[in-house]
């Protein structure tokens, strides 16, 4: 088993490894340290379960809990871990929480729209929002002595993505009791959690978009083909138009309140007993 002490090194020589790459933009990999002899570091172990996890995602709660569990695992000072979601109205929210305090702490930014979450959305760059200790941060006069009062004095945030424009979708928040309790290395180790979480969030609402386009778009082709059906069989039948078979179809949707794609299944499916 890992220890404290161990899980302290490994980062901090993770953070040594990546830190020309996060300062330069390049996105280029490192060489990785074996850490841990025989084989890879603790924290690039950590990161690949990560990734395997949320490829295997399907849903967008589900890329948010295993990011949250997996930060509040590889950053020893985050007592706390929470999601900020943009709606589409522009208003927060928390989906999910290692704990309901963060979700309180959140919740309180969110109305005095201050503080590091809502900081993080709209702050270029790389959307990084630290405070040391809360209870005296000139940047949030209001919300600072609130959550120091509910125990929670130093927070990091990092908007999702790192790189994106403003606003963005989202922050992932860090949460810790101690005043300092996180540092320079939990900001390194946070942004590539933030650039694991906004790729997989990413990835599964573009999914979810193009599921539900096609399942609307075979829907609107099969109501399209069974009101053909029935307008053919009302032209037959009735020596009419296409389009007077289309106003037909259309009263009967209006005077029964009943879908015009009801009507035509109903007299397709009944045309021998009408």
């Known amino acids: 088993m890992a220890t404290e002490q161990d899980w302290a090194e490994d980062r901090r020589r993770f953070v040594t490894e990546w830190e020309p790459e996060l300062a330069d933009g390049t996105g280029a990999a490192p060489a990785v340290d074996s850490g841990v002899a025989g084989g890879p570091s603790l924290l690039a172990q950590q990161f690949v379960a990560l990734a395997e996890a949320l490829l295997s995602a399907d849903t967008v709660a589900e890329v948010l809990e295993r990011v949250v569990r997996t930060a509040r695992s590889v950053i020893p000072g985050a007592d706390l871990v929470s999601v900020t979601m943009r709606d589409p109205d522009d208003g927060f929210r928390t989906p999910v929480e290692t704990d309901e305090l963060a979700t309180r702490l959140d919740e309180i930014q969110y109305r005095l729209d201050e503080g590091p979450c809502v900081a993080a959305t709209r702050k270029e760059g790389l959307g990084l929002v630290y405070a040391g200790d809360l209870g005296a941060a000139p940047a949030f006069p209001r919300y600072g ?90 032209m037959e039948r009735r020596g009419i138009s296409a389009a007077e078979a289309f106003d037909v179809l259309r009263q009967a949707s209006q005077s029964l309140n009943v879908k015009l794609t009801q009507i035509a299944e109903t007299l397709v499916s009944r045309r021998a007993d009408l």
Do not use: W
């Not at 994106?164 to 942004?191: F, I, K």
């Not at 829907?219 to 069989?233: C, F, N």
């Open 145 to 234: 002595p609130e959550a120091a009062a509910l125990g929670a004095h130093c927070v990091l945030a990092v908007g999702l993505f790192p790189r994106g424009d403003v606003p963005r979708m989202g922050a992932l928040n860090l949460y810790s009791r101690t005043p300092g309790g996180l540092d320079e290395q939990d900001q390194e180790v946070a942004l590539v959690l933030a650039a694991h979480v906004a790729t997989a969030l990413a990835a599964t609402q573009a999914c979810t978009a193009a599921d539900l386009e096609a399942a609307q778009l075979r829907v609107a082709l099969q109501s399209r083909d069974v009101i053909g059906q029935a307008k053919g069989i009302l």
